[in-house]
């Protein structure tokens, strides 16, 4: 497969800015005075120990769950690619790609995308006799198909078996490339975020305590032992790649 990027314009709004944001259950605040922003056609990674509040974060974004303070500025329909693949088992694939498209063109639009993601000859196949990197092909083909200006990924590599999940990264980088949405990938896979991202950020107890620009932004790269550090990983013994 072959992409060829398209040039963004010289100057653009960003895909998202975040001011002050504060999210509470109960008595337990998740998100505190937290500020971010994603300009269109950046990749950011964004990583973190469970419970500090990456997910209720990217879920604020989607538009799926309330905030208790502070601003966000988003497109009204993000696009959102879970850890899940999520496709309706009853439905074939371009009718899963095209879901919520309004168009008379919506099979046409559907099978660019599954071309895009290798699939273009399985447009009537049906979800069970997909591959689950397939099926996360299929549901990234769904959240490309609207030309989103902002992506959220939620681990949605985690499920797959390491060639699958070095396939889908390429794949994804060139997605990228080629459709321009800000990006946000949630992950807790440290290579994973050193190979994808534009940017990197760390989240401690509901607020952006780390950031990196990668060499791609002109930086020098972060390396492997010194974002596990700063995710509280003792690196003063051995650690596996």
Known sequence: MTLHAVPSPAAIAPAVVVTGLHRAYGSRVVIENLNLRIERGEFVVLLGESGCGKTTLLRALAGLD?????????????????????????????????????????????????????????????????????????????????EPELLLLDEPFAALDALTRIRMHDLVRELVAVHRPGVLLVTHDVDEAIALADRILVMREGRIAFEHPMKRNGAAPIARTDLLAELGVDTSHPIPA
């Open 66 to 146: 309330a905030i208790d303070g502070g601003r966000i500025t988003a497109p009204r329909r993000p696009a959102v690619v879970f850890q899940e693949h999520r496709l309706l088992p009853w439905d074939s694939l371009w009718r899963n790609v095209s879901l919520g498209l309004n168009a008379s063109d919506a099979r046409q639009r559907a099978a660019t995308a599954l071309t895009e993601v290798g699939l273009g000859g399985r447009l009537d196949d049906w979800p069970r006799n997909l591959s689950g990197g397939q099926a996360q092909r299929v549901a990234l083909a769904r959240a490309l198909v609207q």
